[in-house]
């Protein structure tokens, strides 16, 4: 079984910032994509930022120049640095990860149980 656990969560005044840290545990081969998610009150999850094995990253346009994820390969971890964080911001992030757990099986898509941002005026 695999396991994500998130942690860095919490309040904080807009403009200011926050860093999300994701570990992943458990038997693991290989993690391609990491990413994080988020879903505010009423709306329905959105993806916020990715970065494959490589490196290669992608964000949403709406924290693009304000968030930067990355990951370490060893120790199965990613991040997201939150600078300038706006209200609009607020919401419970998730991280994701795509797992393989054995050579030659397929990668399963993995979930955290979320942190709490909360970012007020």
């Known amino acids: 079984q695999v396991q994500l656990v998130e942690s860095g969560g919490g309040w904080v005044q807009a403009g200011g910032s926050l860093r999300l840290s994701c570990a992943a545990s458990?038997?693991?081969?290989?993690?391609?994509?990491m990413a994080w998610y988020r879903q505010a009150l009423g709306k329905q999850r959105e993806l916020v930022a990715l970065i494959f094995g490589g490196g290669s990253t992608d964000y949403a346009a709406s924290v693009k120049g304000r968030f930067t994820i990355s990951r370490d390969n060893a120790k199965n971890t990613v991040s997201l640095q939150m600078n300038s964080l706006k209200p609009e911001d607020t919401a419970v992030y998730y991280c994701n990860a795509a797992v393989t757990t054995g050579w030659g099986t397929p990668a399963y898509d993995y979930w955290g149980e979320g942190t709490q941002v909360t970012v007020s005026f």
């Open positions: 458990g038997i693991i081969t290989n993690i391609g994509r």
